[in-house]
Antibody, heavy 122, light 110 residues
Framework: QVQLVESGGGVVQPGGSLRLSCAAS????????MHWVRQAPSRGLEWVTF????????YYADSVRGRFTISRDNSKNTLYLQMYSLRPEDTAVYYC???????????????WGQGTLVTVSS | QSALTQPASVSGSPGQSITISCTGT?????????VSWYQQHPGKAPRLMLY???ERPSGVSNRFSGAKSGNTASLTVSGLQAEDEADYYC??????????FGGGTKLTVL
């Protein structure tokens, strides 16, 4: 069965950096685009970024472009999110999510991890 | 990109039907038939309930249905059950490989 397990969350000071990981199993990781979606405490969902199945392209929400970088290692079945210049408003649970489309993204999240909490605070 | 507009809360009694609206603009909901809906129980990850406006993934009850008219999409839950009580989020393609979510609706089963 599909499993997505995020890690790397924690407390970081404003202006700091953090790298999140998402270990995937139960499907052909290198065949699917992958996403990060976040949810601020008691708030709604916000799409953050996605990367194509082969890592050839990445797309970002305006709120994180230039500060966050998504990447993947298909040999390790792992997705990453490198976050720089963190702000208090980046505080959220970060979910990795699998795209439904095989070999071509359809921007539908059919499986989600349980999330990892990032807190940006001094 | 502004969030899609959803009612903060809706409620219904067991067995009844409810509809949650999701209003966007001509640049997102109105431009594409790429609206999806996600259910989220407290403390849990979201779950895909509908995609492409009205398509149901395998395993999702046919009590969940979707529609779209102009810039507004909707999710209808018929035959309400206690387990349907959750937060529901709509999501639309917004062009340029970007997505926008709604603010979420809390469904209460009375």
């Amino acid at each position: 069965q599909v499993q997505l397990v995020e890690s790397g969350g924690g407390v970081v000071q404003p202006g700091g950096s953090l790298r999140l990981s998402c270990a995937a199993s139960g499907f052909s990781f290198n065949s699917y685009a992958m996403h990060w979606v976040r949810q601020a405490p008691s708030r709604g969902l916000e799409w953050v970024t996605f990367i194509r199945h082969d890592g050839s392209s990445e797309y970002y929400a305006d709120s994180v472009r230039g500060r966050f970088t998504i990447s993947r290692d298909n040999s390790k079945n792992t997705l990453y999110l490198q976050m720089y210049s963190l702000r208090p408003e980046d505080t959220a649970v970060y979910y990795c999510a699998k795209d439904q489309g095989q070999f071509g993204e359809v921007l539908i999240f059919d499986y989600w991890g349980q999330g990892t909490l990032v807190t940006v605070s001094s | 990109q502004s969030a899609l507009t959803q009612p903060a809360s809706v409620s219904g009694s067991p067995g009844q039907s409810i509809t949650i609206s999701c209003t966007g603009t001509s640049r997102d909901v109105g431009a594409y038939n790429y609206v999806s809906w996600y259910q989220q129980h407290p403390g849990k990850a979201p779950r895909l309930m509908l995609y492409d406006v009205s398509e149901r993934p395998s395993g999702v009850s046919n009590r969940f249905s979707g529609a779209k008219s102009g810039n507004t999409a909707s999710l209808t839950v018929s035959g309400l059950q206690a387990e349907d009580e959750a937060d529901y989020y709509c999501c639309s393609y917004a062009g340029s490989s970007s997505l926008v979510f709604g603010g979420g609706t809390k469904l209460t089963v009375l």
